[in-house]
């Protein structure tokens, strides 16, 4: 059983993040790429907090994606939200199938973040957009806290702000990082593909 799948009913309970408020400010970053009636990937979206309320605040249909049955069963059953179970690494999309992609504190569980990426330039329209939320892993309660998820059993792969724009533009995903509060930061950038080729 991997660290997810027994610690799922914790990060349900205390895991919460999202208010009616900063998922406002979420959907507006999102909106010049997504129209009402649009389409929205939530990687690694757990229990789907932010999906319901992404949802809502853009009147868009929003998908979660994540291997975790004991999140994604959780996923409340409402028009406007779909659930599939998968990995950012090998997402069962067709190409250019969403508008934007959001990916709230999940980026540094992928084992594979180059793939991952590759996969998001993928089903991401030309011109669509790419909203990371990550933590900053300087400092001593994050070192804490990385350490902590190691003894877990889940390594994460964290990047500072510096390190995930220049892994991103990397990836042929060019945006800004930007701090939020705490050691909460952003990345969001536009995914520049031909129109016809993923
Ligand atoms: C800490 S939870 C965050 C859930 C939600 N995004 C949030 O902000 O509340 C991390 C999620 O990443 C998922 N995850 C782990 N590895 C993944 C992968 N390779 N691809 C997609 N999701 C993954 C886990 O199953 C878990 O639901």
Redesign the pocket.
């Known amino acids: 059983m991997g660290f ?1 799948n027994w610690a ?1 009913p914790l ?1 349900r309970r205390f ?4 208010t009616a408020e900063n998922s406002a400010e979420i959907a507006e970053w999102l909106s010049p790429a997504v129209e009402p009636g649009g389409r929205v990937l ?6 789907g ?2 999906a319901v309320l992404l949802a809502h605040a853009l009147s868009a249909s929003v998908t979660v ?4 049955p004991e ?2 069963d959780h996923v409340p059953d409402i028009s406007g939200v779909s659930t599939v179970t ?4 090998a997402m069962p999309f067709a190409d250019d199938s969403f508008d934007a992609i959001v ?4 980026f540094h ?3 594979d973040q180059e793939g ?1 990426v590759r996969e998001f330039v993928r089903v991401t329209r030309p011109g669509g957009l790419v909203l990371i ?1 990550e933590l900053d892993p300087r400092g001593l309660l994050m070192g804490l806290i990385v350490f902590g998820e190691k003894l877990l059993g889940e390594p994460g792969a964290f990047l500072t702000p510096d390190e995930m724009c220049g892994f991103m533009a990397s990836q042929g995903i060019d945006g800004l990082c930007e701090k939020l509060q705490k050691a909460d930061y952003r990345f969001l950038g536009t995914v520049d593909k031909p129109k016809d080729a993923a």
């Open positions: 997810f799922a990060i895991g919460d993040r999202f939530d990687v690694g979206g757990g229990a907090q932010l994606l994540d291997p975790t999140m994604i998968g990995t950012a690494e990916v709230s504190d999940a569980h992928f084992r991952a939320l």
